[in-house]
């Protein structure tokens, strides 16, 4: 199985804040991740697909890059609606996986 | 406006069984794959199973291999997952999504307590 190491697990940002969240895949999996919001009591929403592109609807300070086995998801400034937990996954090979998520909290 | 809508979900003893269900609208059901994921409470998400338009190809977790089941009537519109030896562990909110998981259901909770 793949595994999707997702790093940090938390951190706590500035309302204006760039900030950066990484995962790594065990194995290259081209361009097939995707990137997830989920706020509390709430189903999860993709932001990002194919590893860079951006979902309809969402803002563009939100951007994803990388491929293979390295790959980020970017918020070039942080907003008050962005504190969240955010989930990669990749979907390249059956069983898909999670990154273990990371918590965006306010400073 | 695509929606998908899960119910079934419920409290269960170990050892028992449910069946969820996932009703779509908004779209052609047939022409996508669709999946179910799981969020355990206070936990991270966990993919759990996945099905092709057609419903000819199927895939599981190892977590729940063997006990769960997914199957999908395109005449209804409806995915189903089956649910059986339910554990403790199993217990989540368990939503469902389509293909690649850009739309997703507001989940349905399984609760699995003696």
């Known amino acids: 199985d793949i595994q999707m190491t997702q790093s940090p697990s938390s951190l706590s940002a500035s309302v204006g804040d760039r900030v950066t969240i990484t995962c790594r895949a065990s194995?290259?999996?081209?361009?097939?991740l995707g990137w997830y919001q989920q706020k509390p009591g709430k189903a999860p929403q993709r932001l990002i697909y194919?590893?860079?592109s951006l979902q309809s609807g969402v803002p563009s300070r939100f951007s994803g890059s990388g491929s293979e086995t390295e790959f980020t998801l970017t918020i070039s400034s942080l907003q008050p609606e962005d504190f969240a937990t955010y989930y990669c996954?990749?979907?390249?090979?059956?069983?898909?996986?999670f990154g273990q998520g990371t918590k965006v909290e306010i400073k | 406006e695509v929606q998908l809508v899960e119910s079934g979900g419920g409290l269960v003893q170990p050892g028992g069984s449910l069946r969820l269900s996932c009703t779509a609208s908004?779209?052609?059901?047939?022409?996508?794959?669709m999946n179910w994921v799981r969020q355990a409470p206070g936990k991270g998400l966990e993919w759990v199973s996945g099905?092709?338009?057609?419903?000819?190809?199927?895939f599981y977790a190892d977590s729940v291999k063997g006990r769960f089941t997914v199957s999908r009537d395109n005449s209804k519109n409806t995915l189903y997952l089956q649910v059986n030896s339910l554990r403790v562990e199993d217990t989540a909110v368990y939503y469902c999504?389509?293909?690649?998981?850009?739309?997703w259901g507001q989940g349905t909770l399984v609760t699995v307590s003696s």
């Open positions: 908004g779209f052609t059901f047939g022409n996508h794959a």
């Open positions: 999504a389509r293909g690649w998981t850009d739309c």
């Open positions: 996954l990749q979907y390249n090979n059956y069983p898909w996986t």
């Open positions: 194995q290259g999996i081209r361009n097939d």
């Open positions: 194919a590893a860079s």
């Open positions: 099905i092709s338009g057609a419903g000819g190809s199927t």
